[in-house]
């Protein structure tokens, strides 16, 4: 994508969050995060920790075979990626394309989308397992109604 290309993108976008931040009121945005600075203060760094590890994750299935993207521009990408995706409404597409572009002047094309696709991959499925490893604890914890029970054992 050329360079005019993203910054007529990132003006478009800039455009938009300043006309919502001007229709919402800097003042009454201002005096929600002053109530809420303490959820931002203990969540940021919490996500901030799961976004580097999913860099490390992405970053290792990456390394075999050739040269490994750096840490620090796997942590920009798997952001990027997995704000695109949240931001995507309803089939959270666009992050792995976009993540497919930035790996390949290190990786190569073929390298960028294979590791772009295994770490999506290896990600839903740790999604899965952990779903399911929730089972066990709700078995035991919950009350033992027939709804529950038959839920938990049709799941």
Known sequence: MSRTLRLVFFLVGATIVALMVWQSGPAALWAG????????????????????????????????????????????????????NYSTPLASFGGEPLKVVAATKALGRRRAVGSVVAFRLLHALAHVVAFLAALIPAALMLPKTPLILGTIVLT
């Open 33 to 84: 995060l002053r109530q809420s600075i303490w959820v931002v203060a203990a969540l940021v760094p919490l996500w901030a920790l799961v976004y580097v590890l999913n860099a490390i994750a992405w970053q290792k299935l990456t390394s075999d075979g050739g040269e490994k993207i750096p840490l620090l521009a796997a942590f920009r990408m798997t952001v990027v990626a997995f704000a695109v």
